[in-house]
């Protein structure tokens, strides 16, 4: 079995945010909360709180660098429209799209249409126009999607999504074909396993790996938002993240990129 890390890339600056929605209140008070129920200590607050004034929301560069020296080719997904709780510009986006693909890694779309396929290929044409690249993927923001999204992301000319996840529990369904695109449904997220405690997060973890192994799947789907990548305001998350690809090394699992997997879907078929 083999490992596919993606990225979504949700927040890139707290200016973002301002007058626009409400991320921040809804963070305060959220990690108020957290901190009277002993869930985090005063500093961790204490950061979150001050995040307001930080330089930038995003952690690309710290996981970039994190992702190299662990040899992992992940993948970031880019908005090109904004929407609550993803309140920048495709124009804000750019000089970090761009940054990604030097670095030597994939970039795609982290879509907001899932509905009116011609505000999806606008989309998908915004994305092309700024990569110049004829072939790429996508996950929906909040991962929406309805009976016919899929069928319009592959009209569209996505050559991959991974949007399809279930929300109550973990589905281990393997990638499947809708015309030209591969559908490569979701596992683990972070937002949805890391709830309570850490250890408890990666006993999951560990439990979702061994059944799809059991299972004789080909690759395991894993999502980690960037700007969780952060010591200050969110370690247990970061910690997690470093724990889990040191774990799959530790079985000898090797990470690859979702246009690989393809390749080697593609070839086994012939």
Same mark, same amino acid.
């Given at each position: ?31 108020? !909360? #957290? ?22 929301? =995003?952690?690309? %560069? ?7 020296? +662990? +040899?992992?080719?992940? !993948? ?7 929407? /609550?709780?993803?309140? *920048? ?9 761009? &940054? @990604? ?7 795609? @779309? ?12 606008? #989309? ?7 990569? =110049?690249? =004829? ?7 909040? !991962?929406? *999607? ?28 393997? %990638?499947?074909?809708?015309? +030209?695109?591969?559908? &490569? ?6 937002? *949805? ?23 004789? /799947?080909?690759?395991?789907? $894993? ?5 969780? $990548?952060?010591?200050?305001?969110? %370690? ?5 993240? #470093?724990?889990? @690809? +040191? ?5 000898? /699992?090797?990470? !690859? ?14």
């Amino acid at each position: 079995m083999k490992i596919i890390i993606s990225h979504d890339v949700d927040h890139l600056y707290p200016s973002d945010h301002i007058f626009r929605d409400l991320i921040f209140p809804k963070l305060w008070i959220r990690s108020f !909360v #957290e901190l009277v129920t002993g869930k985090i200590g005063f500093n961790i607050c204490l950061y979150r709180i001050i995040s307001l004034f930080d330089t930038r929301l =995003n952690r690309i %560069p710290e996981i970039i660098d994190f992702d190299k020296k +662990n +040899n992992i080719p992940s !993948v970031f997904f880019f908005g090109m429209k904004s929407i /609550l709780g993803m309140s *920048y510009k495709k124009d804000t986006a750019i000089p970090w799209i761009k &940054f @990604v693909l030097k670095e030597g890694f994939d970039a795609g @779309v982290h879509g907001v249409e899932f509905e009116n396929i011609r505000k999806m290929q606008d #989309e998908f044409k915004d994305f092309k126009a700024i990569s =110049n690249f =004829n072939s790429f993927g996508i996950r929906t923001h909040y !991962v929406r *999607y309805d009976h016919n999204t899929f069928k319009k992301m592959a009209d569209t000319g996505y050559s991959f999504d991974t949007s399809e996840f279930n929300k109550r529990e973990i589905e281990l369904k393997p %990638p499947y074909k809708i015309g +030209n695109m591969w559908e &490569f449904p979701l596992y683990i997220m972070d937002g *949805y396993v890391i709830k309570d405690k850490l250890e408890t997060a990666k006993e999951k973890t560990i439990e979702t790996l061994d059944k799809a192994r059991n299972k004789g /799947l080909e690759y395991f789907t $894993f999502l980690f938002h960037d700007y969780l $990548f952060n010591e200050k305001t969110y %370690p247990e998350q970061k910690i997690y993240y #470093e724990w889990f @690809v +040191n774990y799959c090394k530790n079985q000898y /699992l090797d990470f !690859v990129s979702y246009k690989t997997a393809i390749s080697e879907l593609e070839c086994n078929k012939e």
